[in-house]
Each structure stands twice: as C-alpha cells, then as structure tokens.
T-cell receptor, first 110, second 115 residues
Framework: SQQGEEDPQALSIQEGENATMNCSYK?????LQWYRQNSGRGLVHLIL?????REKHSGRLRVTLDTSKKSSSLLITASRAADTASYFC??????????FGTGTLLAVQP | ETGVTQTPRHLVMGMTNKKSLKCEQH?????MYWYKQSAKKPLELMFV???????ENNSVPSRFSPECPNSSHLFLHLHTLQPEDSALYLC??????????????FGEGSRLTVL
C-alpha cells in the first residue's frame, strides 16, 4: 500500500510558533500532496511535490520530500489560530488515485 | 466555493430506505471520485470515474451504487445500508487521471447517518 501515515496524530502549539508534521509512505510515488480539512468540511489542496523535487514553498508552507526515506514533512511557519485543522498527506502513483493517511490534528492556541 | 457541490449536506436514513447523494463539478474536469471518511480512519477511495467511465471500484459493497451520467455529475445511490456505513462521503474531481495528475478538488461532503 502507498498509504501515508502522518506523525504526530495530534499537535497543539501557540500562535506564532512553527508546526511540523511528518508523513511516511511505503512504495514508490510520482507525487505527494498535502491537504487541509476544517472540522466536518471538505479537503482543500495545499501543495504538491513531485518525486524529483526535494523542497517546495508556498507562502507560510514548506514541504520537503525524501524519497530515499519515503518521507515528507510539512512546516507551517508563524502559525495562526485559523490554521487549526486536520492535515493529510496523500501519495500519487501511476494514476491520480491518491491514497490518504490518517491525518494530523493541529490546534493553534491564540 | 470550491467548484464541487455536494447535496444533501446531511442525510439521515433508515436501513431499509433508498436515497442518493449528488455531486456536481463546475471545473471542466474529466475525473470524479467518491471517498468515504469515517472517524479515526484514513479516507477510503470508493469509486473513480474518468470521462464518465468507471475505472476503479475499491471492493465497495453493492449497497453503494455509483452513477456518472456525464463528466460533471456523479451520484451515489444508497440502499439497505448498515449503521457502520454512517460517515462523511466526499466527492472530488481532478483534471484527469494522468501519471502526473494534479490536485483533487473536494466538495464539502455529505454527512450520512444510518439508523
């Protein structure tokens, strides 16, 4: 299975701090994506990193990918209360059939 | 507004009822998906359609019956469900199913409760 597994399962930080979430997967991938989900809502795409890329930035988000370790990390800098949500990694293989992990629940305290 | 609209947002049904979930995308995408999200479990891919043809059925019980009349609409017909089928059902679309396929665009989900 290509299923991603996020670590930690839950993370609580203060506003202004950085939040780091990790994702590990099992097989080779073409790309890895990160999504965010507010409670009971749909998922929103944050960033996609391809297997030949090592790092990508988007605003306050920084994603790294280490294909040798089959792992990725999502860093949110200068967190805000509005960043409180669940964050999921998803791995894409030969087709766009994404396999999602169980997610990290991030709580940012104001 | 994500471009993917799901109705109804909430549905309560008995085990003998027949109901349908509807998804519509306004993004001009060719691929559409149904995912199931249960508490404390990863999102489960249920069905994939590409150019309205089913390309994936992830061993979903026959009490879930998908229908894709065109690339913009996707339905999930429900009948004789079980309480364990209670979950958030998410519809998504993407440009295509290509190897370097891009992001999925999700609807807000239909929260299903089976009594």
């Amino acid at each position: 299975s290509q299923q991603g597994e996020e670590d930690p399962q839950a993370l609580s930080i203060q506003e202004g701090e950085n939040a780091t979430m990790n994702c590990s997967y099992k097989t080779s991938i073409n790309n890895l994506q990160w999504y965010r989900q507010n409670s009971g809502r749909g998922l929103v795409h944050l960033i996609l990193i391809r297997s030949n890329e090592r790092e990508k930035h988007s605003g306050r988000l920084r994603v790294t990918l280490d294909t040798s370790k089959k792992s990725s990390s999502l860093l949110i800098t200068a967190s805000r209360a509005a960043d409180t949500a669940s964050y999921f990694c998803a791995t894409g293989g030969a087709t766009n059939k994404l396999i999602f992990g169980t997610g990290t629940l991030l709580a940012v305290q104001p | 507004e994500t471009g993917v609209t799901q109705t109804p947002r909430h549905l309560v049904m008995g085990m003998t009822n027949k109901k349908s979930l509807k998804c519509e995308q306004h993004l001009g995408h060719n691929a559409m998906y149904w995912y199931k999200q249960s508490a404390k479990k990863p999102l489960e891919l249920m069905f994939v359609y590409n150019f309205k043809e089913q390309t994936e059925n992830n061993s979903v019980p026959s009490r879930f019956s998908p229908e894709c009349p065109n690339s913009s609409h996707l339905f999930l017909h429900l009948h004789t469900l079980q309480p364990e089928d209670s979950a958030l059902y998410l519809c998504a679309s993407s440009q295509d199913l290509g190897r370097n396929g891009g992001e999925l665009f999700f609807g807000e989900g239909s929260r299903l409760t089976v009594l």
